[in-house]
């Protein structure tokens, strides 16, 4: 097939190179303020990855015209944090045409909705099909521009739905050859939620931030950053998210057997399993608090949850403390800019039965 990436980030970089490795014509994206990757892999015309795949693919372009990138793509991939989606569904909107499958990985809750709105399509519209992933399907870093260190592709676990919920299996079979272990989601709702970034990064961070301040992040994320009473605050958090989950009639995993199934962890607790869990080794802290690990995490993913969970009646004492506290630290009010909310996507005024059901 013809694939654009949009974003070349790590996780766009990665899935480039990985369909580019499986034979695909990949065309790259970002924006002209994000030059330096794109720059790297065009100088290279492809990219290098080592870890858990490796080599070199060709990519047929590296380019800041989103023009260019989507011309005669018949798969197109959104890859970049929860920022990043209404950026890419702005500079699509009235490019994209009938037949078109786009692909919002991760969803960093409702990502898929979110795209749609601004990409200008109905949720009723499915002359282009819109589809998210709960998790990106990597464990990546970029080394230099035009190079990346992936230190998992999963190997199971990561959920895909579609937009409509009939064209999933579909989807599934079209990216089957890249990605063999992606499974199906019940609904958008279910992709949203089993996502657990929220959960673990800002807990981790909040519990080191005079480490990350002080060392500018020089210590091993979930390796170093991981103690016991950390682990009671992601469970604490975990917890929330799967009684959300229940309230909507969804099954959302615990984040420690998700991780066993995805290959990242070995046990099924919330202390040890994170620091010698395989998929996570070697992955350092980021340098500074001011990152998407609070950004993303809580701007977008638990202020959702917050929400959704006031919505329908699922109390979150400690995910709207976790938002609290990290405002308070970044001197930025989360909860009250609600950058992401059932509100913004539409779906504010529905009870629980009423979201199950569209």
Request: aromatic share 6%; charged share 20%.
């Amino acid at each position: 097939m013809r694939i654009a990436v949009l974003g070349a980030g790590a996780g766009g970089t990665a899935m480039a190179f990985d369909c580019a490795s499986n034979g695909h014509e990949v065309r790259l994206f970002d924006f002209p303020e994000f030059p330096d990757n794109i720059a790297g892999v065009d100088k290279l015309k492809g990219i290098h990855a080592d870890g858990d795949i490796s080599g070199f693919a060709e990519i047929a372009a590296a380019t800041h015209d989103i023009d260019a990138a989507l011309s005669g793509a018949e798969l197109i991939y959104v890859v970049g944090p929860a920022y990043s989606t209404e950026a890419f569904g702005n500079a699509v909107a009235g490019r994209l045409v009938a037949g078109q499958t786009v692909i919002v990985s991760p969803s960093s809750c409702g990502g898929a909705l979110a795209f749609k709105k601004a990409a200008g399509l109905a949720v009723d519209d499915h002359s282009v099909r819109v589809a998210e992933t709960s998790t990106l399907h990597y464990a990546v870093r970029l080394t230099e521009p035009g190079h990346v260190r992936v230190f998992l592709k999963l190997k199971a676990g990561n959920l895909l739905a579609a937009l409509p919920g009939t064209e999933t299996d579909s989807i599934l079979e079209m990216i089957a050859d890249v990605y063999p272990s992606m499974e199906p989601a019940s609904s958008v709702m279910q992709t949203s939620l089993q996502n657990a970034n929220p959960i673990i990064h800002p807990a981790v961070t909040l519990a080191n931030a005079a480490r990350i301040e002080s060392t500018g992040g020089d210590f091993l994320f979930y390796e170093e950053g991981v103690s016991d009473s950390t682990g009671r605050l992601i469970e604490a958090l975990d917890k929330e998210r799967i009684a959300i989950g229940a309230a909507l009639g969804i099954d959302i995993l615990p984040d420690p057997v998700m991780g066993m199934r995805q290959g990242y962890m070995l046990a099924d607790d919330y202390g040890a399993a994170y620091r010698n869990a395989p998929g996570f080794k070697g992955i350092g802290a980021q340098p500074q608090l001011d990152h998407r690990y609070l950004n993303e995490d809580v701007g977008y993913g638990l202020v959702f949850m917050a929400a959704l969970g006031k919505q329908i009646g699922v109390p979150t004492p400690n995910i709207d403390a976790m938002i609290q506290v990290t405002s308070t630290l970044m001197a930025h009010d989360y909860a009250s800019e609600a950058l992401r909310t059932p509100e913004t996507l539409g779906i504010g005024n529905l009870s629980a039965e009423e979201i199950g059901a569209l």
